[in-house]
């Protein structure tokens, strides 16, 4: 018996020496060490031998299916290792193979523009406010200091849903919303679609984006309005770029002025980008009118304010130089895909 005990042991330990995958462990493992195993059955002929021999091989028993088990662990261990080898192999990603080509998107011009705009008075410690883009003709007119039958709204004519509501034709009309439901001071820019009764054509469509700007608070004069748009327009067009006011006229600002940036691809001597004048328009701005301050709930004896508004294509047509505003619009990946 005790022969055949040692026989066992040796030839499970070589075996369990040579095993090398799961499906063989766990043969091996029914072959050694389960109840109809070898091992078990010499165990039971135990109760044939003398009081003096069991013991003996009892304890024989005992430690060579301890060292079964000991080496079942140990080619346990080498199997997984083996196993995940195997499988780390089997998926391995082969890293130097061409990827397929997708195609990237990226922003359209005009979002991008916006958020940079966003971001630049963001800085200047401006947040953002939104308005509706359908209005009633008093957010976008009465309010505005631009009464019915005032030749201002003719150059602003728009789409009628009725007779009193519409497509909105300037951002202005968030300046009212904001006076109406904040007190001073007050610092926005409201970017958004506006909408006019325009022909399409390189210069104009019947939807564009503007975005307006609003200051309130008290003393705050023309010169608020510059060292603003000075700011504003260095860090849009480069670090050399010089603004000018030039006196115009809007019924909701007094006094009104356009202003223009010096040329950015000439700095001002005369291109073709700045059609040989030296500095570009690039909006609209002034004083709030006291009218406009006095409608929304706003005292002009004591709060003063400036706002100026600027299309937004027409600053993406200026930074980079598009000529036709079309291009903007018509989804051309080969056009888009530049910016
Ligand atoms: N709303 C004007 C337009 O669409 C632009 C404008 C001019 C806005 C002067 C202003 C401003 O806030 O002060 O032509």
């Known amino acids: 018996m005790k022969e055949k005990l040692e026989a066992l042991k040796q030839k499970a330990l070589d075996d369990l020496a040579k095993v090398s995958d799961a499906a063989s462990l766990e043969q091996m493992r029914v072959a050694y060490l389960g109840k109809k195993s070898e091992l078990a059955a010499i165990l039971k002929g135990m109760a044939a031998l003398t009081a003096e021999e069991r013991p003996i091989i009892g304890q024989l028993g005992n430690s060579v299916r301890t060292a079964i088990e000991e080496a079942f662990e140990v080619a346990k261990k080498h199997v997984i290792e083996l196993e995940t080898a195997k499988k780390i192999n089997a998926e391995r990603l082969d890293v130097t193979l061409p990827s397929k080509k997708t195609d990237k998107g990226n922003l359209h011009p005009l979002t991008k523009v916006q958020a940079e705009l966003e971001n630049i008075f963001l800085g200047m410690g401006f947040s953002i406010a939104e308005g509706p883009e359908v209005e009633t003709d008093y957010y976008n007119f009465t309010a505005l200091n631009t009464p019915e039958f005032h030749p201002a709204r003719d150059v602003q004519d728009t789409f009628y849903i009725t007779d009193k509501v519409l497509l909105r034709s300037q951002t202005s009309t968030v300046q009212v919303h904001v006076m109406e439901n904040n007190k001073p001071p007050i610092r926005i820019i ?24 609003l200051v309130i608070d008290k003393n705050i004069t023309m010169a608020d309005l510059k060292g603003t748009l000075e700011t504003f327009a260095k860090a849009m067009f480069g670090d050399k770029t010089k603004i000018r006011f030039r006196p115009h006229h809007f019924p909701f600002t007094e006094p009104s002025c356009e202003v223009d940036v010096s040329c950015f691809v000439c700095g001002g001597k005369g291109c073709s980008v700045c059609k040989g004048e030296g500095w570009i328009e690039i909006l609209g701005a002034g004083m709030v009118h006291p009218n406009v301050l006095r409608m ?9 304010g400036f706002a100026f508004g600027m299309g937004i294509e027409r600053i993406v047509m200026t930074k980079y130089g598009i000529s036709d505003m079309r291009l903007l619009y018509e989804n051309d990946t080969r056009f888009l895909s530049q910016f």
């Open 190 to 213: 409201s970017p958004g679609r506006v909408y006019r009764s325009d022909a399409v054509d390189a210069t104009h469509s019947p939807m564009f984006h503007q975005c307006e700007g």
């Open 296 to 304: 929304s709930g706003i005292d002009p004896e004591v709060y003063s």
